[in-house]
């Protein structure tokens, strides 16, 4: 068959689809930026720059089991999260990273043509796999102040509407929603997904509101406070219907053994990790005195690990690209709603100041 005929088999809809854009690991972005890879300060990712508990790594050499297959209903895995939520763990099923979870929750509920709720701007996985889903994305526009349109949502729901999908706090915004403004949601009668990656650093959540409404699900995950990153695990806390829902339609083995043992490891030693939570929200407070000094950017306060600035003066782009020419790497946006815009994720006190240093040698 030659090209032209495959092309004809592939989905109609999926034609116009916009690939995903990931950010690349260390050794693509010391090649880059023509630095050694030591050299490479990572702000662009919002992972944590402490990295995992050291129990993560001892327990992972020594695991003797890695030749069988995980336990395909999670058990041990979803009552060690259970045990850290509060909730019973016919509430908890795991992912491979939230992403996984973002792409089973659609799958159940869309038929082609439905509608998903997008807060705008926001998270780029929920519209991405709305579209694989054969959904259709209604993007509701934040405020100005990047809080969520509660009567703009309202006026866009419809018959068709399935999912609301919200990020809590926002990614890249930083800022929370309020639990009133959830609950508002979740009179509506459409699902409710609160995506929650970053709750370790606000100190908020909506979790145990889960088990009292059949509508509303809550996604965590492991890579940012936790440092797993690389080893994708992330959960959910959903009403026990869809939980069941889910374990029954993902893949029977989603979750591999050394992401078990990391998450496992990593609730052995909340100290620890508690501990370079605490360094990342006081190094956000001064990263953020530090951003404010510099007259040309303005930054907004977060409640996550990562802030995002306008530039208030002068060109995001030529600054995005004069940090990597340094080996300084952030995230840049140039969209309707983040327009000459910059997202910095929080690192070691080192790395803010090599950041600030970079960005006076710019501008």
């Known amino acids: 068959m030659s090209s032209g005929d495959i ?33 490479v300060i990572k702000l662009d990712g919002n992972e944590n720059p402490y990295g995992c508990s050291p129990m993560v790594g001892r327990a992972l050499a020594g695991y003797p089991f890695y030749h069988v297959y995980p336990d395909p209903e999670q058990r041990e895995l ?29 799958r159940l509920f869309l038929e082609p043509g439905d509608r998903v709720i997008n807060c705008i701007p926001t998270f780029g996985m929920y519209p991405f796999c709305t579209e694989i889903c054969g959904g259709k994305v209604i993007d509701v526009p934040r405020d100005k102040s990047y809080a969520i349109d ?50 370790e650093f606000s100190g908020t959540t909506v979790a145990p509101l889960v088990p009292e409404h059949g509508n509303l699900i809550v996604l965590r995950s ?56 605490q360094k990342i929200i006081s190094e956000r407070e001064r990263l ?10 303005k930054p907004f306060p977060s409640q996550a690990n990562f802030i995002l600035c306008a530039v208030a003066k002068g060109d995001a782009q030529v600054i995005h690209e004069g940090l990597q020419k340094r080996g300084v790497f952030i995230r840049y946006y140039d969209t309707s709603l983040l327009r000459n815009s910059l997202r910095i994720s ?10 600030i240093d970079a960005l006076k040698g710019i501008c």
């Open 222 to 277: 492991f890579s940012k406070w936790a440092g797993l990153a690389g080893l994708r695990i992330g959960y959910g806390i959903f009403p026990t219907l869809i939980a069941e829902q889910l374990l029954k339609i993902k893949q029977p083995y989603n979750i591999n053994l050394a992401a078990q043992v990391a998450l496992q490891e990593s609730l052995a030693d909340m100290e620890y990790l508690q501990g370079t939570v």
């Open 78 to 106: 979803r009552k060690a999260l259970a045990g850290y939520v509060g909730v019973d763990a016919a509430h908890i099923v795991a992912g491979a990273g939230s992403d996984e979870l973002i792409d089973l929750i659609l």
């Open 288 to 297: 953020f005195a530090r951003l404010g000094d510099l007259r040309f950017l």
């Open 7 to 39: 092309q004809k088999m592939i989905r109609g809809d999926l034609g116009s689809l916009k690939a995903y854009q990931p950010i690349a690991p260390p050794d693509v972005l010391s090649e880059r930026a023509g630095v050694p890879i030591e050299g």
């Open 346 to 355: 929080v690192g070691r006190p080192e790395h803010t100041d090599a950041l």
């Open 150 to 199: 509660i009567a703009g949502i309202k006026e866009a729901v419809n018959e068709k509407t399935k999912v609301i999908f919200i990020a809590s706090p926002n990614n890249p915004t930083g800022n929370i929603t309020t639990q009133r403004d959830i609950l508002e949601l979740v009179k509506l009668g459409r699902v409710v997904v609160v995506d929650e990656a970053y709750s």
